[in-house]
Antibody, heavy 120, light 108 residues
Framework: EVQLVESGGVVVQPGGSLRLSCAAS????????MHWVRQAPGKGLEWVSL????????YYADSVKGRFTISRDNSKNSLYLQVNSLRVEDTALYYC?????????????WGQGTLVTVSS | EIVLTQSPATLSLSPGERATLSCRAS??????LAWYQQKPGQAPRLLIY???SRATGIPARFSGSGSGTDFTLTISSLEPEDFAVYYC??????????FGPGTKVDIK
C-alpha cells in the first residue's frame, strides 16, 4: 500500500523559512516523479512543484519560483520542499503527491498534508 | 496558463440521482484531463485520467468524457459517499498543471 506522510508544517512569520518533508513507502520511490500541491484554507488546489525520478529536473509554479526548492533523497525514500521568504498567501495545507507514472502529470496518491501558516 | 472553469459551483442532488459536472478549458488540452474527488478533511483522490480512464479501484458509476476544451464527469447514481467536492486538472501544458475551482455536490 502506498503511503505518503508529510511533516514540517508550522506557524511562521512572514519572511521566514522552513523545510517540509514527505516520507514515502509502499512503492519504488525512485521510479516516479513526485509533486507538491497546496490548498489554502477553504480554497482549491494549486500545483506547486515537481521533481524528476533522479532529482535532475525540477519545475515550479510561477507563484513560488525563486523562493521554494524541491529535492529528494532516494536512499531515504523522502521528498522535501524548502520554502523561503514566506508570504501570508503561502498559508496552506501542503500535500506530497505521487505521479501516476513516468511524467504523466496526474496525481494518483496523496499524503494527508502538512499545514503551513504564515502569520505575524 | 490554461484556465479551467467548472460548472455549476454547487450541485444539489439526492442519493440515486445522476450527477453531471462540467469542466471547460481556456484552450485545448486534448484528452489530458483528470478528475479528483475530495471529501472534508481528506486528501483528493484521483477518479479519472486522460478524460475517460478510471483510476484503479474507482467504481464504474464514475465516468468521464470529452476532449479539446469541454469535459464532463458523470456519476450515474449517487451513493451517500459521493457527496464531496470534485476538481478537474489538466496536464496538457506540462509541467504547468492547473486545477479548476471545484464543484461541490451536496445533498438536496
Amino acid at each position: 500500500e502506498v503511503q505518503l506522510v508529510e511533516s514540517g508544517g508550522v506557524v511562521v512569520q512572514p519572511g521566514g523559512s522552513l523545510r517540509l518533508s514527505c516520507a514515502a513507502s509502499g512503492f519504488t520511490f525512485d521510479d516516479y516523479v513526485m509533486h507538491w500541491v497546496r490548498q489554502a484554507p477553504g480554497k482549491g488546489l494549486e500545483w506547486v512543484s515537481l521533481i524528476s525520478w533522479d532529482g535532475g529536473s525540477t519545475y515550479y509554479a510561477d507563484s513560488v519560483k525563486g523562493r521554494f526548492t524541491i529535492s529528494r533523497d532516494n536512499s531515504k525514500n523522502s521528498l522535501y520542499l524548502q520554502v523561503n521568504s514566506l508570504r501570508v498567501e503561502d498559508t496552506a495545507l501542503y500535500y506530497c503527491a505521487k505521479d501516476k507514472g513516468f511524467k504523466e502529470g496526474y496525481f494518483d496518491n496523496w499524503g494527508q498534508g502538512t499545514l503551513v501558516t504564515v502569520s505575524s | 496558463e490554461i484556465v479551467l472553469t467548472q460548472s455549476p459551483a454547487t450541485l444539489s442532488l439526492s442519493p440515486g440521482e445522476r450527477a453531471t459536472l462540467s469542466c471547460r478549458a481556456s484552450q485545448s488540452v486534448s484528452s489530458y484531463l483528470a478528475w479528483y474527488q475530495q471529501k472534508p478533511g481528506q486528501a483528493p483522490r484521483l477518479l479519472i485520467y486522460d478524460a475517460s480512464s478510471r483510476a484503479t479501484g474507482i467504481p464504474a458509476r464514475f465516468s468521464g468524457s470529452g476532449s479539446g476544451t469541454d469535459f464532463t464527469l458523470t456519476i450515474s447514481s449517487l451513493e451517500p459517499e459521493d457527496f464531496a467536492v470534485y476538481y478537474c486538472q489538466q496536464r496538457s501544458n506540462w509541467p504547468l498543471f492547473t486545477f479548476g475551482p471545484g464543484t461541490k455536490v451536496d445533498i438536496k
